[in-house]
């Protein structure tokens, strides 16, 4: 059912931050990568 979904139990944050974590993870790195290119390559990059 949608208890397992409704945002007052601690287990479904829980579930819904593990679910970004990898999103707000990858982003840095990304970025990062979008820097060293830019330098590489020229600002078209």
């Known amino acids: 059912?949608?208890?397992?979904?409704?945002?007052?139990?601690?287990?479904?944050?829980y579930v819904?931050?593990?679910l970004?974590?990898?999103?707000?993870?990858?982003v840095e790195p990304i970025l990062e990568l979008k820097v060293i290119g830019r330098q590489l390559l020229g600002d078209g990059a």
């Open 1 to 13: 059912g949608g208890w397992g979904y409704a945002e007052e139990f601690p287990v479904a944050r």
């Open 20 to 26: 970004v974590l990898p999103i707000f993870e990858g």
């Open 16 to 18: 819904a931050d593990a």
